[in-house]
């Protein structure tokens, strides 16, 4: 069965600093990956995504993220954060089936 | 091209009601799914479509779930009877399966209150 892992629930992150959201999925093939973002009473957006190629990619807003199959992880990062960037952050894994989220990191940004 | 269109957005409703929750996936988009996120269990699939026919329902909690999708440009979910352990966000996604994979795209979201 597919698992999707995000192991920090809250991240407190100064604004202008750096940013990195681990992520670590299981997955019987070849994984399809996402980002997705969430701001407060609305859905989900996508910042990006892997299918294949590149192992590092780019998305919106700023942010990239690097697919390492020997870790399983699929961490997302920006390197300077702003403040519009407070919201909740989600990883998934999956293909035609569907997707299999993890739980969210909440981005809190300090000014 | 506009997204994924939900309806209601909002709805309060007194345990016992049915709901119907409705969804307008993007046009040209041959999957759809149902997701629901709670606070205690995220978010979860509870069930998908592929070119309008039911594929996958294993995720829907219970009898009293249920979900069509009659023609390309519309699926409902409908909840009957509703109970308060039903609050929750209903999201509708659809997306497109090519030779680049998919991207599955969300509505906003239909944000369910039963008391």
């Known amino acids: 069965a597919q698992s999707v892992t995000q192991p920090d629930i809250h991240i407190t992150v100064s604004e202008g600093a750096s940013l990195e959201l681990r992520c670590n999925y299981s997955y019987g093939a070849t994984p399809y990956l996402f980002w997705y973002v969430q701001s407060p009473g609305q859905g989900l957006q996508l910042l990006l995504k892997y299918f294949s190629g590149d192992t590092l990619v780019q998305g919106i807003k700023g942010f990239e993220a690097e697919f390492k199959r020997s870790q399983s992880s699929f961490n997302l990062r920006k390197p300077s954060v702003h403040w519009s960037d407070a919201a909740e952050y989600f990883c998934a894994v999956g293909g035609a089936d569907g997707l299999t989220f993890g739980k969210g990191t909440h981005l809190i940004i300090q000014p | 091209d506009a997204g994924v269109i939900q309806s209601p957005r909002h709805e309060v409703t007194e345990m016992g009601q049915e709901v119907t929750l409705r969804c307008k996936p993007i046009s040209g988009h041959d999957y759809l799914f149902w997701y629901r996120q709670t606070m205690m269990r995220g978010l979860e699939l509870l069930i998908y479509?592929?070119?309008?026919?039911?594929?996958?329902d294993s995720g829907m909690p219970e009898d009293r779930f249920s979900a069509k999708m009659p023609n390309a440009s519309f699926s409902t979910l409908k909840i009957q009877p509703s109970e308060p352990r039903d609050s929750a966000v209903y999201f509708c996604?659809?997306?497109?399966?090519?030779?680049?994979?998919?991207?599955?795209?969300f509505g906003e979201g239909s944000w369910l209150t039963v008391v």
């Open positions: 479509f592929n070119n309008n026919v039911p594929i996958d």
């Open positions: 996604a659809s997306s497109f399966w090519g030779s680049s994979g998919n991207t599955i795209y």
